[in-house]
Nanobody
Framework: QVQLVESGGGLVQTGGSLRLSCAAS????????VGWFRQTAGKEREFVAF???????DYADSVKGRFTVSRYNAKNTSYLQMNSLKPEDTAVYYC??????????????????WGQGTQVTVSS
C-alpha cells in the first residue's frame, strides 16, 4: 500500500506562484507514473500534468507553459511548480500514482493511489 501526502497549497494573487509537493511512502516510488489532477465543486476531477518513470511529461492545454511537473525519486516526491496563476486555477489539487503507463494517463480512473488533496486559491 502506498500513501501520498500533498502540501504547498494556499492563497495567492493572480500572477503568483506556488509549488505543490507530493510525498509518497514506501520504497517503490520510482516504479510509478505520477499524475496531477484538480477538482472544483460540482465538477469532475481534471487532468493537469503527468510524469512517467522515464521523466516524460505532458500537460493539460490550460496549464502548458505555466506549470512544470517533476519527480525526485530519491526523496519519493513529485512536485508541481505553478507559475502565472489565474483565478481559474483555483481548485483542490491531487497527486496520484499508477503502476503502469497507458495512453489513458489523463483519466483519473487509471490511477491506483491518491493523496488527500491540497487547496489552491488564486485571487483576482
Amino acid at each position: 500500500q502506498v500513501q501520498l501526502v500533498e502540501s504547498g497549497g494556499g492563497l495567492v494573487q493572480t500572477g503568483g506562484s506556488l509549488r505543490l509537493s507530493c510525498a509518497a511512502s514506501g520504497r517503490t516510488f520510482s516504479s510509478y507514473v505520477v499524475g496531477w489532477f484538480r477538482q472544483t465543486a460540482g465538477k469532475e476531477r481534471e487532468f493537469v500534468a503527468f510524469i512517467s518513470k522515464r521523466y516524460i511529461t505532458d500537460y493539460a492545454d490550460s496549464v502548458k507553459g505555466r506549470f512544470t511537473v517533476s519527480r525526485y525519486n530519491a526523496k519519493n516526491t513529485s512536485y508541481l511548480q505553478m507559475n502565472s496563476l489565474k483565478p481559474e486555477d483555483t481548485a483542490v489539487y491531487y497527486c496520484a500514482l499508477d503502476q503502469s503507463w497507458s495512453s489513458s494517463y489523463t483519466l483519473f480512473s487509471e490511477y491506483d493511489y491518491w493523496g488527500q488533496g491540497t487547496q489552491v486559491t488564486v485571487s483576482s
